[in-house]
């Protein structure tokens, strides 16, 4: 599952560069920096590894979205259209900038239901998010569709399945923009941190300049440069970008060894009566993060989960009653417990859309669960797990 399992020496040897050096921050200090810049290495290397025209690193996937929706120009009022499983931070971004996260059913797919989307959208809605979750897509074509069709920009979260592509091309360069975070639990890590990616350049500067209190970049004195727009901190250090840039240069090890652990699993639960998997738009573009399987009804599920974390087997999901994931359990949001005031529309917007029934994807998640693929396993590893999970899911799948 995560890159961070497999730190080394490669890793070591990146961070040691910068640490030679002292220079820490990615921007400035030019002379003593003596060309060691990991940030613009890892930048360049995300350009040609995913497929884009520019990467702006930041120090999250949260900040990474936070900044990917100001770049859009998306603010207060605007409805953005977010998956009922998807992660705290997608409508903790939304919420930050003002805007109105409207939460569709999932299908299936684990992913944004089109047909859901489109009897979501209102005058107000200015973007689909798609939230690629757990190494596998959203039905991308039929959302680029009704982006087009309603004129609303399309901004791919693909925090959670870096790597994994749809059609030959990756999760993340398909919108009007892409987020990838490199928290620890992702795909490749770099401790902490993030990026957006875009083939278009202004808002690659706009992402750039909100990212660094607003500063333009002109290339010349960064001190001295001018402020278009406002903007934060959201600054990567070079330590971070470091560990990023060994780890990056490592995704086709990585992919493989999880592909093969995840096949392993697969072929010991096919045929086990009474499960059927996730469906997945792609199937050749899965990075086999997880393996996701439903169960025929909500008790057996948590049954099997309850089950299997008795059998003693680690990195198990039933997200149905997970905290961070689903949208059952955001207390927070739909009690309207914020530190700050919303604007009174906002606020009434944010409870009335986070208030809602969702049985459709209740019905889905419900029956939910995944495994967690690991790094570290070799084959008869994965075999043994393989073999411990189809025999409880034999005991109690019907
Ligand atoms: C991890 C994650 C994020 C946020 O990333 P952080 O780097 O932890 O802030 C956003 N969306 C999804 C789907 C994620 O899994």
């Given at each position: 599952?995560?890159?961070?399992?497999?730190?080394?020496?490669?890793?070591?040897?990146?961070?040691?560069?910068?640490?030679?050096?002292?220079?820490?921050?990615?921007?400035?200090f030019e002379a003593a920096r003596k060309g060691v810049s990991k940030a613009t290495d890892l930048e360049k290397a995300i350009c040609e590894t995913f497929g884009c025209k520019y990467a702006l690193l930041t120090t999250?996937?949260?900040?990474a979205l936070i900044t990917a929706l100001a770049a859009l120009g998306i603010g207060a009022g605007d409805e953005v259209i977010i998956p009922t499983f998807c992660f705290a931070a997608n409508f903790e971004a939304i919420i930050a900038v003002g805007a109105i996260p409207v939460f569709v059913d999932v299908n299936d797919t684990l992913a944004l239901v089109p047909a859901a989307i489109e009897k979501a959208i209102t005058s107000h809605t200015k973007a689909i998010m798609p939230v690629h979750m757990c190494g596998s897509m959203a039905p991308l074509d039929e959302l680029i569709d009704l982006a087009d069709k309603y004129n609303v920009l399309l901004l791919e979260d693909a925090c959670l399945a870096v790597g994994a592509s749809y059609k030959g091309k990756y999760l993340g360069t398909m919108g009007h923009a892409g987020v990838y975070s490199f928290d620890i639990s992702k795909m490749i890590t770099c401790g902490e941190g993030g990026a957006i990616i875009t083939d278009n350049e202004e808002v690659y500067k706009r992402a750039r300049s909100f990212t660094d209190h607003g500063h333009d970049h002109t290339d010349k004195d960064r001190a001295a440069d001018p402020h278009t727009y406002l903007g934060y901190n959201y600054r990567i250090t070079e330590?971070?970008?470091?560990?990023?840039?060994a780890q990056v240069r490592r995704l086709p090890q990585f992919l493989a060894i999880q592909l093969r652990n995840h096949n392993i699993i697969y072929?010991?639960?096919?045929?086990?009566?009474?499960?059927?998997?996730?469906?997945?738009?792609?199937?050749?573009?899965?990075?086999?993060?997880?393996?996701?399987?439903?169960?025929?009804?909500?008790?057996?599920?948590?049954?099997?989960?309850?089950?299997?974390?008795?059998?003693g087997l680690k990195s198990i999901?039933?997200?149905?009653?997970?905290?961070?994931?689903?949208?059952?359990?955001?207390?927070?949001?739909?009690?309207?417990?914020?530190?700050?005031?919303?604007?009174?529309?906002?606020?009434m917007q944010v409870m009335h859309y986070s208030n809602q029934a969702f049985p459709m994807s209740d019905a889905v998640m419900g029956c939910c669960i995944s495994v967690g693929i690991s790094l570290l396993w070799d084959e008869t590893m994965a075999r043994d797990i393989a073999g411990k999970i189809a025999s409880v899911l034999q005991r109690t799948a019907e």
């Open positions: 599952m995560p890159g961070y399992e497999l730190f080394g020496d490669a890793e070591r040897k990146e961070v040691n560069d910068v640490l030679q050096t002292g220079i820490i921050p990615r921007y400035g999250s996937g949260t900040t330590l971070h970008a470091a560990v990023g840039l072929e010991a639960l096919k045929d086990i009566p009474g499960i059927t998997f996730r469906s997945i738009p792609d199937p050749g573009g899965n990075t086999g993060a997880y393996l996701s399987f439903f169960l025929s009804r909500e008790d057996i599920a948590r049954h099997t989960f309850n089950e299997l974390k008795k059998a999901y039933y997200w149905y009653d997970n905290n961070w994931h689903y949208i059952g359990n955001w207390q927070h949001l739909k009690s309207g417990s914020w530190m700050h005031r919303l604007y009174e529309e906002q606020k």
